[in-house]
């Protein structure tokens, strides 16, 4: 099974700790050009909920999987099934 796969597995678009944590990623990733930020994302990526490691060498895939993620939370949210966290 590929980590894109085993992610997409267990992430819950209705559970509030993925959600929040897929969020998080989403600012990460707004962070990783940033030089001052120090960001991990390795690291970063392996505080998800669902238990889930990524090993360095798998680092590249993370942009596919963040997308597969973002899309499935997106179908959920379209479809009335998701947890949307409260905004500012």
Not at 53 to 73: E, G, K, M, T
């Amino acid at each position: 099974m590929s980590i894109t796969s085993k992610f997409l597995k267990v992430f819950d678009a209705n559970e509030p700790t993925h959600v929040q944590w897929l969020a998080k990623m989403n600012d990460v990733a707004s962070s990783m050009g940033d030089p001052s930020a120090h960001i991990s994302l390795v690291a970063e990526v392996n505080k998800n909920p669902m238990k889930i490691q990524l090993d360095q060498r798998d680092a590249l895939d993370w942009p596919n999987i963040h997308f597969v993620l973002s899309a499935s939370y997106a179908k959920a949210v379209l479809k009335g099934e998701a947890f949307i966290p409260v905004t500012k």
